[in-house]
């Protein structure tokens, strides 16, 4: 699990409802089911309109992607790539055909059966960079909804803000049911405010870190395949894939797995 976005979310949200319950108020005043359906209803409505059914689809599939820390590990891809610089170096890169088929990660395969196959180096990294090019096009669907549904919701909360008050002035002949009926009216405001900044303008930017991470490991990728094809010395191939990763990932060069166990 990602434990940043949990902590996150348990933070903002405890914030709200601590901060009301310290200044008197109650629960109950901030539940409203109308104001959720307005908001929560017409913001889904908004991007619907905006967005396609299967880039909506895929970006409600990536939410698990923002809870749950990448599967990719840097230093693992790494010595992998290091290993078949090894080995091509000593009996041919034709000998990785069968090393090719047990690699997990689709782009380091296909780049380097390109590479297996014989293809030039300069055509891999052409046909590759084309590849990355339009997966990290695609991949920044998924928050560009969302950043749009945090652009949507406030403006929906003032209006079911708006349709509270209209129902308020409606009643003016009874003035034990104004002091509430307000309250219930912003009600609205709080849950179109509080989910744009809580949750979607969130869950869009860490979905736009999470598509750039993974655009910088296949770049890796490609950069070490090319770099084997052409025999470069496996140390040196090591060294210049290791310029790559982040300066955290560099002070914790063990795969999680293997912190965690130790």
């Known amino acids: 699990m990602d434990i940043a976005t949990?902590?996150?979310?348990?933070l903002g949200v405890g914030a709200i409802v601590g901060g009301q319950i310290l200044e008197g108020g109650?629960?109950?005043?901030?539940?409203?089911?109308?104001?959720?359906?307005i908001v929560f209803g017409g913001t889904f409505g908004a991007v619907f309109v905006s967005f396609p059914?299967?880039?909506?689809?895929?970006?409600v599939k990536s939410i698990g992607t923002v809870l749950s820390e990448p599967k990719e590990e840097p230093y693992q891809i790494?010595?992998?790539?290091?290993?078949f610089a090894n080995k091509a170096?000593?009996?041919g890169i034709l000998s990785l055909e069968k090393d090719a088929q047990d690699i997990q990660y689709p782009f380091l395969k296909k780049a380097l059966m390109l590479a297996i196959d014989g293809i030039e180096p300069k055509s891999i990294r052409e046909t590759m960079e084309t590849e990355l090019e339009y997966t990290e096009e695609y991949g920044a669907v998924a928050g560009k909804i969302f950043e749009s549904a945090g652009g949507y919701s406030p403006t929906i909360g003032i209006i079911g803000a708006v349709l509270g008050l209209i129902h308020v002035m409606e009643n003016l002949s009874d003035p034990s049911k104004l002091g509430s009926g307000i309250a219930c009216a912003f009600v609205a405001t709080v849950y179109?405010?509080?989910?744009a900044n809580l949750i979607f303008l969130p869950i869009g930017n860490k979905l736009k870190l999470r598509n750039r991470d993974g655009i910088i490991t296949k770049e890796?990728?490609?950069e070490g395949v090319v770099a084997v094809s052409i025999g470069e010395n496996p140390r040196i191939i090591e060294e210049k894939l290791k310029s790559f990763l982040s300066e955290a990932a560099k002070e914790n060069p063990l795969p999680k797995a293997v912190r965690e166990k130790g």
């Open 220 to 222: 890796m990728m490609l």
């Open 53 to 59: 059914l299967k880039d909506i689809i895929g970006a």
């Open 6 to 10: 949990i902590i996150g979310l348990i």
């Open 89 to 91: 170096r000593k009996e």
């Open 192 to 195: 179109g405010v509080g989910a």
């Open 78 to 83: 790494i010595a992998q790539i290091t290993s």
């Open 26 to 37: 109650s629960l109950h005043s901030i539940t409203q089911g109308t104001a959720a359906v």
